[in-house]
Nanobody, 115 residues
Framework: VLLVESGGGLVQPGGSLRLSCAASGFTFSSYGMSWFRQAPGKERELVATISRSGGSTNYADSVKGRFTISRDNVKNTAYLQMNSLKLEDTAVYYC?????????WGQGTQVTVSS
């Protein structure tokens, strides 16, 4: 099982990034996918979730209207489109695959919002 995040980097406030989470080693379409983030000195927090089919999504209040989670069950990849980025979005972003009691995590990708 492998989840590999990519797409992080340094961006100015108001900018955009698109994170990707490439999955392998399990039946991707059977798993709900989520993005979490963890800022220095803070607990990991849930950012967004998407159902197995992609038909249902949920977002943390702090990112609603700015972030969009999506998935491609053919490419076995989940995405997080992040627009209008703020300084407080700076964190390591992790993707997670979940099915019942099974949870798989990626290694994380750093997003830094700075002027």
């Amino acid at each position: 099982v492998l989840l590999v995040e990519s797409g992080g980097g340094l961006v100015q406030p108001g900018g955009s990034l698109r994170l990707s989470c490439a999955a392998s080693g399990f039946t991707f379409s059977s798993y709900g996918m989520s993005w979490f983030r963890q800022a220095p000195g803070k607990e990991r927090e849930l950012v967004a979730t998407i159902s197995r089919s992609g038909g249902s999504t949920n977002y943390a209040d702090s990112v609603k209207g700015r972030f969009t989670i999506s998935r491609d069950n053919v490419k076995n990849t989940a995405y997080l489109q992040m627009n209008s980025l703020k300084l407080e979005d700076t964190a390591v972003y992790y993707c997670k695959a979940a099915l019942a009691m099974r949870n798989y995590w990626g290694q994380g990708t750093q997003v830094t919002v700075s002027s």
